[in-house]
Protein backbone atom coordinates (compact mmCIF):
# COMPACT_ATOMS: atom_id res chain seq x y z
CA UNK A 1 0.00 0.00 0.00
CA UNK A 2 2.67 2.14 -1.06
CA UNK A 3 -0.07 4.96 -1.92
CA UNK A 4 -1.35 5.27 1.21
CA UNK A 5 1.55 4.90 3.31
CA UNK A 6 2.97 8.25 1.01
CA UNK A 7 -0.69 10.00 2.08
CA UNK A 8 0.17 8.77 5.68
CA UNK A 9 3.47 10.11 5.88
CA UNK A 10 3.08 12.93 3.96
CA UNK A 11 6.71 12.85 2.83
CA UNK A 12 7.04 10.73 0.04
CA UNK A 13 9.16 7.38 1.29
CA UNK A 14 9.73 7.20 5.20
CA UNK A 15 10.37 3.90 6.41
CA UNK A 16 10.88 1.92 3.51
CA UNK A 17 14.41 2.13 2.61
CA UNK A 18 15.17 1.40 6.22
CA UNK A 19 14.27 -2.36 5.73
CA UNK A 20 16.53 -2.61 3.32
CA UNK A 21 19.61 -1.22 4.87
CA UNK A 22 22.04 -3.10 6.83
CA UNK A 23 22.27 -2.26 10.70
CA UNK A 24 24.44 0.85 10.51
CA UNK A 25 24.14 1.41 7.51
CA UNK A 26 23.75 5.67 7.98
CA UNK A 27 25.86 5.66 4.58
CA UNK A 28 22.64 4.48 2.56
CA UNK A 29 22.23 7.02 -0.73
CA UNK A 30 19.34 5.64 -2.17
CA UNK A 31 17.82 6.31 1.15
CA UNK A 32 18.96 9.64 1.31
CA UNK A 33 17.81 10.53 -2.00
CA UNK A 34 14.31 8.97 -1.06
CA UNK A 35 14.33 10.96 1.85
CA UNK A 36 15.11 13.99 -0.29
CA UNK A 37 11.55 13.91 -2.64
CA UNK A 38 9.26 16.63 -2.21
CA UNK A 39 6.43 16.77 0.74
CA UNK A 40 4.06 15.62 -1.83
CA UNK A 41 2.16 11.84 -1.15
CA UNK A 42 1.29 10.12 -4.21
CA UNK A 43 -2.12 8.42 -3.16
CA UNK A 44 -3.92 5.57 -5.41
CA UNK A 45 -7.69 6.15 -5.37
CA UNK A 46 -10.02 2.93 -5.69
CA UNK A 47 -10.31 3.78 -8.93
CA UNK A 48 -6.70 3.30 -9.71
CA UNK A 49 -6.28 6.58 -10.17
CA UNK A 50 -3.69 8.95 -8.70
CA UNK A 51 -3.99 12.40 -7.27
CA UNK A 52 -1.31 14.12 -5.01
CA UNK A 53 -2.37 15.18 -1.40
CA UNK A 54 0.10 17.92 -0.01
CA UNK A 55 1.44 18.03 3.48
CA UNK A 56 3.95 19.95 5.60
CA UNK A 57 7.14 18.38 6.18
CA UNK A 58 9.23 19.97 9.13
CA UNK A 59 13.08 20.37 9.87
CA UNK A 60 14.31 18.46 7.11
CA UNK A 61 17.46 21.03 6.92
CA UNK A 62 18.72 19.42 10.34
CA UNK A 63 21.42 18.16 10.49
CA UNK A 64 23.57 15.75 13.05
CA UNK A 65 25.17 17.90 16.09
CA UNK A 66 28.86 16.61 14.84
CA UNK A 67 29.98 19.68 13.74
CA UNK A 68 33.33 19.72 15.75
CA UNK A 69 34.23 16.35 14.52
CA UNK A 70 32.71 16.56 10.67
CA UNK A 71 33.07 18.63 7.73
CA UNK A 72 29.63 20.49 7.06
CA UNK A 73 29.49 19.19 3.38
CA UNK A 74 29.73 15.42 4.80
CA UNK A 75 26.85 16.17 7.41
CA UNK A 76 24.64 17.67 4.97
CA UNK A 77 25.41 14.28 2.72
CA UNK A 78 25.07 11.91 5.60
CA UNK A 79 22.77 12.66 8.33
CA UNK A 80 19.76 14.72 6.11
CA UNK A 81 17.00 15.48 8.88
CA UNK A 82 19.23 14.29 11.62
CA UNK A 83 17.30 10.82 10.97
CA UNK A 84 13.93 12.39 11.66
CA UNK A 85 11.48 13.03 9.33
CA UNK A 86 8.58 14.66 10.40
CA UNK A 87 5.02 16.40 9.63
CA UNK A 88 1.91 17.29 9.41
CA UNK A 89 -0.91 15.79 6.80
CA UNK A 90 -4.49 13.88 6.74
CA UNK A 91 -5.45 10.48 7.39
CA UNK A 92 -8.81 8.88 6.03
CA UNK A 93 -10.17 12.43 5.33
CA UNK A 94 -12.28 10.77 2.11
CA UNK A 95 -14.25 9.26 5.35
CA UNK A 96 -14.69 12.25 7.78
CA UNK A 97 -13.14 15.02 6.08
CA UNK A 98 -10.58 17.22 6.17
CA UNK A 99 -10.47 18.74 10.18
CA UNK A 100 -11.18 14.82 11.54
CA UNK A 101 -8.58 13.71 9.79
CA UNK A 102 -5.51 15.64 10.53
CA UNK A 103 -2.51 13.66 12.39
CA UNK A 104 0.69 14.57 13.04
CA UNK A 105 3.44 11.66 11.27
CA UNK A 106 6.83 11.02 12.55
CA UNK A 107 9.70 9.01 11.62
CA UNK A 108 13.13 7.71 12.19
CA UNK A 109 15.58 7.14 9.11
CA UNK A 110 17.64 3.86 9.98
CA UNK A 111 19.56 4.83 7.17
CA UNK A 112 21.18 7.94 9.37
CA UNK A 113 23.14 7.38 12.05
CA UNK A 114 21.44 4.30 12.60
CA UNK A 115 17.86 6.17 13.83
CA UNK A 116 19.39 7.13 16.58
CA UNK A 117 18.13 9.84 18.93
CA UNK A 118 20.27 12.57 18.45
CA UNK A 119 20.20 16.47 19.76
CA UNK A 120 18.87 18.25 16.82
CA UNK A 121 15.79 15.42 16.64
CA UNK A 122 15.63 15.28 19.83
CA UNK A 123 14.81 19.44 19.46
CA UNK A 124 12.30 18.60 16.21
CA UNK A 125 10.42 15.70 17.99
CA UNK A 126 9.82 18.69 21.25
CA UNK A 127 8.14 20.87 18.34
CA UNK A 128 6.14 18.50 16.49
CA UNK A 129 4.78 17.14 20.42
CA UNK A 130 3.68 20.90 21.52
CA UNK A 131 1.90 20.80 17.76
CA UNK A 132 0.36 17.73 18.86
CA UNK A 133 -0.79 18.81 22.06
CA UNK A 134 -2.20 21.95 21.22
CA UNK A 135 -4.12 21.40 18.34
CA UNK A 136 -5.33 18.26 19.83
CA UNK A 137 -3.67 16.55 16.43
CA UNK A 138 -3.25 12.32 16.62
CA UNK A 139 0.39 11.31 16.25
CA UNK A 140 1.68 7.95 14.46
CA UNK A 141 5.47 7.22 15.20
CA UNK A 142 7.84 5.14 13.10
CA UNK A 143 10.28 4.49 16.21
CA UNK A 144 12.75 2.24 14.30
CA UNK A 145 16.28 3.20 15.52
CA UNK A 146 19.34 2.11 18.25
CA UNK A 147 18.44 4.50 21.04
CA UNK A 148 20.06 7.19 22.21
CA UNK A 149 23.39 8.74 19.84
CA UNK A 150 26.49 9.30 22.35
CA UNK A 151 28.35 10.58 18.94
CA UNK A 152 27.12 14.78 18.91
CA UNK A 153 29.50 16.99 20.15
CA UNK A 154 27.64 20.23 19.64
CA UNK A 155 26.40 21.15 22.55
CA UNK A 156 27.02 22.14 26.76
CA UNK A 157 26.22 20.00 28.76
CA UNK A 158 27.05 16.37 30.29
CA UNK A 159 24.80 13.54 30.12
CA UNK A 160 21.64 15.01 28.18
CA UNK A 161 19.12 13.99 30.65
CA UNK A 162 17.54 17.26 31.06
CA UNK A 163 15.87 16.91 26.97
CA UNK A 164 12.20 17.40 27.36
CA UNK A 165 11.26 14.75 24.39
CA UNK A 166 10.06 11.71 27.02
CA UNK A 167 8.24 14.43 28.91
CA UNK A 168 6.07 16.00 26.66
CA UNK A 169 5.30 12.53 24.49
CA UNK A 170 4.16 11.19 28.10
CA UNK A 171 2.09 14.21 28.26
CA UNK A 172 -0.12 13.41 25.33
CA UNK A 173 -1.19 10.35 26.57
CA UNK A 174 -4.98 10.72 27.16
CA UNK A 175 -5.18 13.56 25.10
CA UNK A 176 -4.72 12.09 21.93
CA UNK A 177 -4.57 9.44 20.09
CA UNK A 178 -1.07 7.85 20.43
CA UNK A 179 0.15 5.23 17.29
CA UNK A 180 3.88 3.23 17.53
CA UNK A 181 5.05 1.35 14.79
CA UNK A 182 8.32 -0.39 14.40
CA UNK A 183 9.99 -2.78 12.20
CA UNK A 184 13.54 -4.06 12.60
CA UNK A 185 15.42 -3.06 16.12
CA UNK A 186 13.75 -0.51 18.22
CA UNK A 187 15.95 -0.26 21.31
CA UNK A 188 16.51 2.19 24.19
CA UNK A 189 15.19 5.49 23.67
CA UNK A 190 13.74 4.59 20.50
CA UNK A 191 11.78 2.14 22.45
CA UNK A 192 10.30 4.35 25.17
CA UNK A 193 8.75 6.31 22.84
CA UNK A 194 6.97 3.13 21.44
CA UNK A 195 6.16 2.17 24.76
CA UNK A 196 4.59 5.49 25.35
CA UNK A 197 1.60 4.46 22.79
CA UNK A 198 -1.53 3.76 22.71
CA UNK A 199 -1.11 1.25 20.56
CA UNK A 200 1.94 -1.03 19.43
CA UNK A 201 1.95 -2.38 15.88
CA UNK A 202 4.91 -4.30 14.99
CA UNK A 203 6.36 -5.94 11.71
CA UNK A 204 7.52 -9.40 11.40
CA UNK A 205 11.48 -9.48 12.75
CA UNK A 206 11.12 -6.81 14.88
CA UNK A 207 13.02 -6.77 18.01
CA UNK A 208 12.52 -4.40 20.92
CA UNK A 209 13.84 -3.71 24.14
CA UNK A 210 15.03 -1.41 26.89
CA UNK A 211 18.61 -1.14 26.14
CA UNK A 212 20.19 -3.29 22.82
CA UNK A 213 23.80 -4.79 22.33
CA UNK A 214 26.00 -2.70 23.23
CA UNK A 215 24.09 -1.54 26.67
CA UNK A 216 23.65 -5.42 27.49
CA UNK A 217 27.31 -5.95 27.23
CA UNK A 218 28.72 -2.52 28.44
CA UNK A 219 26.42 -3.56 31.61
CA UNK A 220 28.33 -6.84 31.58
CA UNK A 221 25.10 -8.50 30.86
CA UNK A 222 26.69 -10.95 28.26
CA UNK A 223 26.95 -10.47 24.63
CA UNK A 224 23.99 -11.20 22.46
CA UNK A 225 23.29 -10.30 18.78
CA UNK A 226 20.39 -7.72 18.59
CA UNK A 227 18.00 -10.52 17.42
CA UNK A 228 18.12 -12.13 20.40
CA UNK A 229 17.28 -8.88 22.19
CA UNK A 230 13.01 -8.50 22.24
CA UNK A 231 12.03 -10.82 19.42
CA UNK A 232 8.65 -10.33 18.00
CA UNK A 233 7.03 -13.58 19.50
CA UNK A 234 8.34 -12.32 23.02
CA UNK A 235 6.59 -9.37 22.83
CA UNK A 236 3.71 -10.47 21.72
CA UNK A 237 2.93 -13.29 24.07
CA UNK A 238 3.99 -10.68 27.18
CA UNK A 239 1.76 -7.74 25.95
CA UNK A 240 4.23 -5.07 24.54
CA UNK A 241 3.01 -5.56 20.94
CA UNK A 242 -0.79 -5.16 20.66
CA UNK A 243 -0.34 -5.76 16.59
CA UNK A 244 1.51 -8.04 14.73
CA UNK A 245 1.82 -7.83 11.05
CA UNK A 246 3.78 -8.58 7.84
CA UNK A 247 5.23 -5.33 6.81
CA UNK A 248 5.14 -2.14 6.70
CA UNK A 249 2.65 -2.04 4.39
CA UNK A 250 0.08 -4.04 6.25
CA UNK A 251 0.91 -1.90 9.32
CA UNK A 252 0.16 1.52 7.73
CA UNK A 253 -3.43 -0.39 7.25
CA UNK A 254 -3.77 -1.45 10.47
CA UNK A 255 -2.85 2.29 11.79
CA UNK A 256 -5.34 3.80 9.60
CA UNK A 257 -8.00 1.65 10.61
CA UNK A 258 -6.98 1.91 14.44
CA UNK A 259 -7.05 5.64 14.00
CA UNK A 260 -10.62 5.71 12.12
CA UNK A 261 -12.24 4.84 15.33
CA UNK A 262 -11.28 7.94 16.67
CA UNK A 263 -12.47 10.23 13.52
CA UNK A 264 -15.76 9.65 14.23
CA UNK A 265 -18.93 7.53 13.00
CA UNK A 266 -19.45 6.04 9.45
CA UNK A 267 -22.65 5.95 6.97
CA UNK A 268 -22.70 2.03 5.79
CA UNK A 269 -23.20 -0.27 8.64
CA UNK A 270 -23.78 -3.69 7.06
CA UNK A 271 -23.72 -6.75 9.21
CA UNK A 272 -24.03 -10.22 9.70
CA UNK A 273 -27.78 -11.72 9.38
CA UNK A 274 -27.87 -11.83 13.18
CA UNK A 275 -29.68 -14.80 13.60
CA UNK A 276 -26.69 -16.74 13.53
CA UNK A 277 -26.21 -15.21 16.74
CA UNK A 278 -29.02 -17.88 18.13
CA UNK A 279 -26.51 -20.69 17.23
CA UNK A 280 -23.22 -20.13 18.09
CA UNK A 281 -22.95 -20.95 22.12
CA UNK A 282 -23.68 -24.38 22.27
CA UNK A 283 -26.93 -25.90 24.09
CA UNK A 284 -24.60 -28.43 26.14
CA UNK A 285 -23.32 -26.15 28.83
CA UNK A 286 -20.26 -27.90 29.22
CA UNK A 287 -19.25 -27.01 25.54
CA UNK A 288 -16.99 -23.98 24.37
CA UNK A 289 -16.98 -21.75 21.45
CA UNK A 290 -15.48 -19.24 20.13
CA UNK A 291 -16.56 -15.85 21.48
CA UNK A 292 -14.57 -14.20 18.44
CA UNK A 293 -17.56 -15.47 16.39
CA UNK A 294 -20.19 -13.60 18.72
CA UNK A 295 -17.99 -10.21 18.16
CA UNK A 296 -17.39 -10.72 14.22
CA UNK A 297 -21.20 -11.05 13.85
CA UNK A 298 -22.38 -8.35 16.52
CA UNK A 299 -20.42 -5.74 14.49
CA UNK A 300 -20.71 -4.32 11.47
CA UNK A 301 -19.41 -5.99 8.50
CA UNK A 302 -14.88 -5.91 8.84
CA UNK A 303 -15.05 -3.55 11.59
CA UNK A 304 -13.22 -5.27 14.24
CA UNK A 305 -9.37 -4.97 15.11
CA UNK A 306 -8.47 -6.42 17.89
CA UNK A 307 -5.68 -5.85 20.30
CA UNK A 308 -3.46 -7.50 22.36
CA UNK A 309 -4.26 -11.16 20.87
CA UNK A 310 -1.47 -12.96 21.59
CA UNK A 311 -1.14 -11.86 25.82
CA UNK A 312 -3.58 -12.36 28.41
CA UNK A 313 -5.74 -15.34 25.98
CA UNK A 314 -8.46 -15.72 28.20
CA UNK A 315 -9.76 -11.88 27.48
CA UNK A 316 -10.42 -10.48 23.96
CA UNK A 317 -10.63 -6.48 24.01
CA UNK A 318 -11.25 -5.22 19.84
CA UNK A 319 -12.14 -1.89 18.54
CA UNK A 320 -15.43 -2.17 16.58
CA UNK A 321 -18.62 -0.53 15.01
CA UNK A 322 -21.94 -0.92 15.23
CA UNK A 323 -24.49 1.03 13.32
CA UNK A 324 -21.65 2.13 12.16
CA UNK A 325 -20.22 4.11 15.09
CA UNK A 326 -17.20 2.71 17.27
CA UNK A 327 -17.27 1.02 20.28
CA UNK A 328 -15.02 -0.99 22.39
CA UNK A 329 -15.43 -4.63 23.24
CA UNK A 330 -14.26 -6.82 26.66
CA UNK A 331 -15.45 -10.22 26.26
CA UNK A 332 -14.13 -13.44 28.28
CA UNK A 333 -12.59 -16.23 26.30
CA UNK A 334 -14.40 -19.38 27.45
CA UNK A 335 -11.46 -21.28 25.32
CA UNK A 336 -8.87 -20.45 27.82
CA UNK A 337 -9.33 -21.57 31.75
CA UNK A 338 -13.17 -21.55 30.88
CA UNK A 339 -13.29 -17.67 30.83
CA UNK A 340 -11.91 -17.00 34.48
CA UNK A 341 -10.46 -14.26 34.73
CA UNK A 342 -6.73 -13.82 35.42
CA UNK A 343 -3.95 -11.37 36.30
CA UNK A 344 -2.99 -10.93 32.34
CA UNK A 345 -6.64 -11.18 31.27
CA UNK A 346 -7.44 -8.37 34.16
CA UNK A 347 -4.39 -6.10 32.86
CA UNK A 348 -5.52 -6.10 29.47
CA UNK A 349 -9.62 -5.50 30.17
CA UNK A 350 -8.15 -2.57 32.33
CA UNK A 351 -5.98 -1.09 30.19
CA UNK A 352 -8.56 -0.95 27.39
CA UNK A 353 -11.43 0.40 29.32
CA UNK A 354 -8.70 3.45 29.94
CA UNK A 355 -8.35 3.40 26.25
CA UNK A 356 -12.03 3.85 25.40
CA UNK A 357 -12.79 6.09 28.12
CA UNK A 358 -10.36 8.69 27.51
CA UNK A 359 -11.18 9.12 23.88
CA UNK A 360 -15.54 8.48 24.57
CA UNK A 361 -15.56 5.44 23.09
CA UNK A 362 -18.31 3.19 24.89
CA UNK A 363 -18.07 -0.06 26.39
CA UNK A 364 -19.81 -3.46 25.63
CA UNK A 365 -18.81 -6.40 27.82
CA UNK A 366 -19.79 -10.04 26.82
CA UNK A 367 -19.29 -11.80 30.23
CA UNK A 368 -19.08 -15.49 30.21
CA UNK A 369 -16.85 -16.34 33.04
CA UNK A 370 -17.06 -18.84 36.20
CA UNK A 371 -15.52 -16.15 38.25
CA UNK A 372 -11.62 -14.55 39.40
CA UNK A 373 -9.24 -17.14 39.20
CA UNK A 374 -8.43 -18.97 41.61
CA UNK A 375 -5.80 -21.30 43.31
CA UNK A 376 -1.95 -21.13 44.70
CA UNK A 377 -0.74 -20.92 41.60
CA UNK A 378 -2.67 -18.00 40.53
CA UNK A 379 -2.01 -16.01 43.50
CA UNK A 380 1.67 -16.11 42.69
CA UNK A 381 0.99 -13.85 40.32
CA UNK A 382 -0.49 -11.09 42.50
CA UNK A 383 -4.03 -11.79 41.41
CA UNK A 384 -5.91 -10.20 44.04
CA UNK A 385 -4.34 -6.47 42.93
CA UNK A 386 -4.28 -7.36 39.01
CA UNK A 387 -7.92 -8.47 39.00
CA UNK A 388 -8.99 -5.55 41.40
CA UNK A 389 -7.69 -3.00 39.09
CA UNK A 390 -11.03 -3.83 36.80
CA UNK A 391 -13.18 -2.64 39.93
CA UNK A 392 -11.70 0.54 40.36
CA UNK A 393 -11.21 1.89 36.76
CA UNK A 394 -14.61 0.58 35.76
CA UNK A 395 -15.98 2.27 38.55
CA UNK A 396 -14.38 5.48 37.08
CA UNK A 397 -15.62 5.41 33.44
CA UNK A 398 -18.00 7.99 31.93
CA UNK A 399 -18.43 6.79 28.74
CA UNK A 400 -21.73 4.61 28.53
CA UNK A 401 -21.19 0.90 28.85
CA UNK A 402 -23.23 -2.18 28.32
CA UNK A 403 -23.41 -6.13 29.28
CA UNK A 404 -24.68 -8.50 27.64
CA UNK A 405 -24.10 -12.32 29.76
CA UNK A 406 -23.68 -14.87 27.02
CA UNK A 407 -23.46 -18.04 29.50
CA UNK A 408 -21.78 -18.33 32.66
CA UNK A 409 -22.34 -15.23 35.09
CA UNK A 410 -21.18 -15.84 38.28
CA UNK A 411 -19.54 -14.21 41.22
CA UNK A 412 -16.62 -11.46 41.12
CA UNK A 413 -15.52 -12.35 37.67
CA UNK A 414 -19.40 -11.33 36.40
CA UNK A 415 -19.43 -7.85 38.28
CA UNK A 416 -15.66 -7.13 36.93
CA UNK A 417 -17.47 -7.16 33.39
CA UNK A 418 -20.40 -5.28 34.39
CA UNK A 419 -18.19 -2.53 36.44
CA UNK A 420 -18.91 -3.90 39.83
CA UNK A 421 -22.28 -4.29 40.08
CA UNK A 422 -25.13 -5.76 37.75
CA UNK A 423 -27.18 -2.65 37.83
CA UNK A 424 -23.81 -0.13 36.89
CA UNK A 425 -24.08 -0.47 33.34
CA UNK A 426 -26.73 1.57 31.34
CA UNK A 427 -28.21 -2.46 30.59
CA UNK A 428 -27.45 -5.80 31.42
CA UNK A 429 -29.12 -8.55 29.72
CA UNK A 430 -28.49 -11.96 29.01
CA UNK A 431 -29.04 -14.34 26.61
CA UNK A 432 -31.60 -17.76 27.18
CA UNK A 433 -28.49 -19.62 27.74
CA UNK A 434 -27.07 -17.17 30.42
CA UNK A 435 -26.91 -19.27 34.01
CA UNK A 436 -26.16 -17.58 37.13
CA UNK A 437 -24.69 -17.69 41.18
CA UNK A 438 -22.35 -15.91 43.34
CA UNK A 439 -20.29 -18.90 42.59
CA UNK A 440 -19.84 -21.29 40.35
CA UNK A 441 -22.45 -23.66 40.51
CA UNK A 442 -20.30 -27.11 41.26
CA UNK A 443 -17.77 -24.98 43.83
CA UNK A 444 -21.53 -24.00 45.48
CA UNK A 445 -22.45 -27.42 46.02
CA UNK A 446 -19.47 -28.59 47.38
CA UNK A 447 -19.41 -25.99 49.52
CA UNK A 448 -22.56 -25.35 50.62
CA UNK A 449 -23.70 -29.30 51.13
CA UNK A 450 -20.21 -30.44 52.38
CA UNK A 451 -22.13 -31.88 55.44
CA UNK A 452 -24.73 -33.70 53.24
CA UNK A 453 -22.66 -35.45 51.00
CA UNK A 454 -20.03 -36.46 53.79
CA UNK A 455 -22.80 -38.28 55.53
CA UNK A 456 -23.25 -40.39 52.27
CA UNK A 457 -21.03 -43.06 52.37
CA UNK A 458 -22.32 -44.81 48.90
CA UNK A 459 -20.00 -42.98 46.04
CA UNK A 460 -23.25 -43.38 43.89
CA UNK A 461 -25.59 -42.11 46.08
CA UNK A 462 -23.15 -38.97 46.97
CA UNK A 463 -22.54 -38.62 42.70
CA UNK A 464 -26.23 -38.90 42.62
CA UNK A 465 -26.71 -36.67 45.42
CA UNK A 466 -24.04 -34.13 44.11
CA UNK A 467 -25.72 -33.92 40.61
CA UNK A 468 -28.87 -33.32 41.91
CA UNK A 469 -27.91 -30.12 43.91
CA UNK A 470 -26.08 -28.95 40.73
CA UNK A 471 -29.55 -29.20 38.48
CA UNK A 472 -31.38 -27.66 41.48
CA UNK A 473 -29.11 -24.80 41.74
CA UNK A 474 -28.92 -24.39 37.69
CA UNK A 475 -32.32 -23.81 37.25
CA UNK A 476 -32.46 -21.22 40.10
CA UNK A 477 -29.83 -19.54 38.85
CA UNK A 478 -30.92 -19.60 34.94
CA UNK A 479 -30.96 -16.24 32.65
CA UNK A 480 -34.91 -16.24 33.00
CA UNK A 481 -35.13 -16.77 36.52
CA UNK A 482 -32.51 -14.24 37.79
CA UNK A 483 -34.78 -12.12 35.74
CA UNK A 484 -37.71 -12.13 37.55
CA UNK A 485 -35.75 -11.35 40.38
CA UNK A 486 -34.82 -8.34 38.62
CA UNK A 487 -31.00 -8.74 39.26
CA UNK A 488 -30.33 -8.29 35.58
CA UNK A 489 -32.73 -6.11 32.95
CA UNK A 490 -34.12 -8.60 30.53
CA UNK A 491 -33.75 -12.27 29.28
CA UNK A 492 -33.61 -11.40 25.08
CA UNK A 493 -33.25 -13.34 21.94
CA UNK A 494 -29.43 -12.86 20.96
CA UNK A 495 -30.96 -11.69 17.43
CA UNK A 496 -32.03 -8.80 19.40
CA UNK A 497 -28.18 -7.95 20.63
CA UNK A 498 -27.18 -5.17 18.46
CA UNK A 499 -31.13 -3.86 18.33
CA UNK A 500 -30.06 -3.22 21.83
CA UNK A 501 -27.05 -1.95 21.57
CA UNK A 502 -28.26 0.65 18.46
CA UNK A 503 -31.15 1.85 20.90
CA UNK A 504 -28.75 2.44 23.58
CA UNK A 505 -26.18 4.50 21.94
CA UNK A 506 -28.89 6.47 19.98
CA UNK A 507 -30.58 7.11 23.54
CA UNK A 508 -27.50 8.30 25.76
CA UNK A 509 -25.99 12.38 24.46
CA UNK A 510 -23.30 12.60 22.96
CA UNK A 511 -19.36 13.72 24.48
CA UNK A 512 -19.36 16.87 25.72
CA UNK A 513 -16.60 19.18 24.01
CA UNK A 514 -13.80 19.19 25.84
CA UNK A 515 -10.45 20.90 25.42
CA UNK A 516 -7.87 18.72 28.51
CA UNK A 517 -7.92 15.01 28.87
CA UNK A 518 -10.42 13.64 30.71
CA UNK A 519 -8.20 10.79 32.31
CA UNK A 520 -4.81 11.63 33.36
CA UNK A 521 -3.01 9.20 30.72
CA UNK A 522 -3.57 5.60 29.69
CA UNK A 523 -1.55 2.93 31.45
CA UNK A 524 1.42 2.10 29.41
CA UNK A 525 0.11 -1.63 30.63
Same mark, same amino acid.
Given at each position: ?305 ? %? !?? =?? +?? $? ?10 ? @? &??? *? ?74 ? %? !?? =?? +?? $? ?10 ? @? &??? *? ?74 ? %? !? ?19
Amino acid at each position: DQGFRGALTVAGELPGAAEEASPGAGQDDRGQDALHEAPVAVHRTEHGQDHQQGGQRQGDAQIAAQRRRRTLEDLIARTPADGLVAGIGAVNSALFGEADARCVLMSYDYTVLAGTQGMQNHRKKDRMFELAEKWRLPLVFFTEGGGGRPGDTDALGVAGLDCMAFHYFGGLSGLVPLVGITSGRCFAGNAALLGCCDVVIATHGSNIGMGGPAMIEGGGLGVFRPEEVGPLDVQVRNGVVDIAVRDEAEAVQVARKYLSYFQGALPDAACADQRELRAIIPENRLRIYDVRRVIETLADTDSVLE %L !RR =GF +GP $GMVTALARIDGR @P &IGV *IANNPTHLAGAIDSDGADKATRFMQLCDAFDLPLLFLCDTPGIMVGPEAEKTALVRHASRMFVTSASLSVPYFTIV %L !RK =GY +GL $GAQAMAGGSFKA @P &IFT *IAWPTGEFGGMGLEGAVKLGYRNELAALDDPAERKALYDQMVERMYQHGKAVSTASHFEIDDVIDPAESRTWITRT %L !RSVPPPAPRTGKKRPCVDTW
